[in-house]
DNA sequence: CCATGAATTGTTAGCGCTCACAATGACCTC
DNA sequence: GAGGTCATTGTGAGCGCTAACAATTCATGG
């Protein structure tokens, strides 16, 4: 590991190793390449040389004789919730898998404008395709209407887009969760969902709409809120309101804003489950110690990574998508403390 | 926004571009550039063929040209939890305001050999620097010993390491939780630790002994959890044991064992704050929800990650560092209904 | 009307690597 | 021992861009 003797100003090229090992560059090339026609002791003169000038490899060159960056985007925003920050790492660590290195840019906001720069940035950045975790209805039509030169695949948009995408089956999940409150003996179940524009909160109304009337009850109005706790609470407050006329079960769209549900309506003095109970959407690390500990759905993140990075891959290879372009992933009904049978 | 009429094989180049525009590539090279002399009316033909052919500047020749990558690397572990996420998220930020592009890997585990394959990755894909988001106390060793042909910050690992680092100062948090249990008129205040190797966890412990014995009170032996709710709720079930036997308030070292730590007292049937006051550590969103509300230390994760990559500019640039290189940075306490006065 | 210098554009070399192909030599086969 | 084969190594030509310098154009003043 001592230092070389080139000059300290730029470091060592394949052709400095090369002269140091006594040999063509392209024989250095092969070594590192794990080219099999190099002779053993060659290979070991090169290694040597390499290790004693601590030489690394020029990506940027490497990159532009191979046309290869090995480097996929991500574009995503709200990376502090569990949601957004577990897709991330599972797909960071399923592009690693594949040999490729993840370049992120996170947005505050996800608009025509910052998502069309993200694309540009990570354009300029040389990435070979991008994921984008586009839950808004308006980031999707940015990205169908956005030019960019590579493949780009969508996820958590919701199904019915007409871009590659991956996503987890949300009605599905909704329909675990309203059924589930329906087998508990509960007459109906309302609804706290999230933001209007969000592909998954929409199809989480739909998949728990559906249910109820599929068990011919009619669905009341859902309430809205934005995915915050403090959004959760207020709309707990109106809930609570509506305990003794006919509320005695409640689907919150995530498990944030089932927390502030629970405060509010432990705040006015109704108990749960026992007069109302209450089922969340994504079994956050911190659902389980929640008072009382929350029923929930489970999202397979992992699978989500996984899926997207296999696809991403085939487009960029210009494979036929193994399977199909639109890939859905079932979720799971965690039952705890917060749901209970109910005795009318 | 048309095709070109270039081979769909290749994308086009810089020379296509200054064919297609009658000037030569270093006066599309300058058009692209913003250098100043070139005619308004050259500029114009030149932006109308690269507009015309969706002509985008190969990110591999240009780095290989000018030695630079315009991308930082970050190494960081545990991402789905709210500290390290916000720091991913404020570090990604900082970085591209400064026109960097972050390329990040996430470790589920942080030892020498993952890290150092993390860097090993990171030197191929050409980052000019890498932030290493290194909480525990194996990962600075790693990180010391390990040779790599870049500038590397570190980011969490508590005061007192030899490399550039940046920090929430961890003991002044832990000052703050325990003086205001203090004057809220407890006479002692007990803690729950992290896990034993990580460096905030270590001078969370400092913090609160120091406090203590400034103030004349033998600590009593921190209980130890890691990080988790769960692990805070098993934690929580020992402390309920020595209610009444001088237990009143609780240092929780982060607020999801907080959370743990509120469900088991709860359940052992002590009030809080009535019976024991208890404050955490980070500020997760959630906390202000709690069952009650957490009064808690929060840390400035915006400021970490713009010091952090300003420090890191300026190792790679060959600066002195503006200031110091070794920053830490002020965390703030948040009281909410946890702690309230104490009349014994 | 030409020298003068500034503005503008073109030309030539790399940047450090991989790919395609050529060259060398060792080893067989008949 | 000629011809062929295989393993091993070397050579040359780019990949697409920027930097340095050369060349050209243009306006201006004496």
Do not use: C
């Amino acid at each position: 590991m001592t230092e070389s003797n080139h000059s300290p100003l730029r470091p060592p090229t394949m052709a400095d190793v090369a002269r140091q090992a006594g040999v063509s560059h392209q024989t250095v090339s092969r070594v590192l390449g794990d080219h099999p026609n190099v002779r053993i002791e060659t290979r070991a003169k090169v290694l040597h040389a390499i290790e004693e000038m601590g030489y690394r490899r020029n990506s940027s060159a490497r990159a532009l004789a191979t046309r290869r960056t090995l480097t996929l985007g991500v574009v995503a925003s709200n990376t502090t919730l569990y949601g957004p920050a577990s897709t991330l790492f599972a797909l960071e660590d399923a592009a690693r898998a594949e040999g490729y290195l993840v370049s992120t840019v996170s947005l505050r906001e996800l608009t025509v404008e910052t998502l069309s720069e993200a694309l540009d940035r990570l354009s300029e950045g040389g990435v070979e395709g991008v994921i984008a975790l586009a839950p808004q209805r308006s980031a999707v039509e940015a990205l169908t209407e956005l030019r960019h030169p590579f493949p780009v695949v969508a996820v958590g948009t919701g199904s019915g887009v007409e871009i590659p995408s991956v996503n987890v089956d949300q009605r599905l999940g909704a329909e675990l969760a309203t059924n589930h409150l329906l087998a508990m003996g509960h007459r109906t179940v309302w609804h706290l969902a999230g933001p209007e524009d969000w592909h998954e909160a929409a199809d989480r109304v739909d998949g728990w709409r559906a249910t109820l009337e599929a068990a011919g009850v009619e669905p009341p109005a859902p309430l809205r809120g934005d995915w915050s706790p403090l959004s959760g609470y207020r709309a707990g407050q109106e809930l609570a309101g509506w305990v003794g006329r006919g509320l005695t079960a409640v689907f919150v769209a995530n498990d944030q804003m089932a927390l502030g549900v629970l405060r509010a309506l432990r705040e006015a003095g109704v108990r749960t489950p026992q007069d109302v109970a209450v089922v969340g959407f994504d079994d956050i690390p911190e659902s389980e110690f929640f008072a009382p500990p929350l029923t929930t759905v489970r999202q397979d993140f992992s699978a989500v990574g996984t899926r997207s990075i296999a696809l991403l891959l085939d487009l960029i290879e210009g494979r036929t998508p193994s399977g199909t372009s639109r890939v859905a992933i079932e979720p799971q009904l965690l039952v705890r403390a917060s749901t209970f049978p109910y005795h009318p």
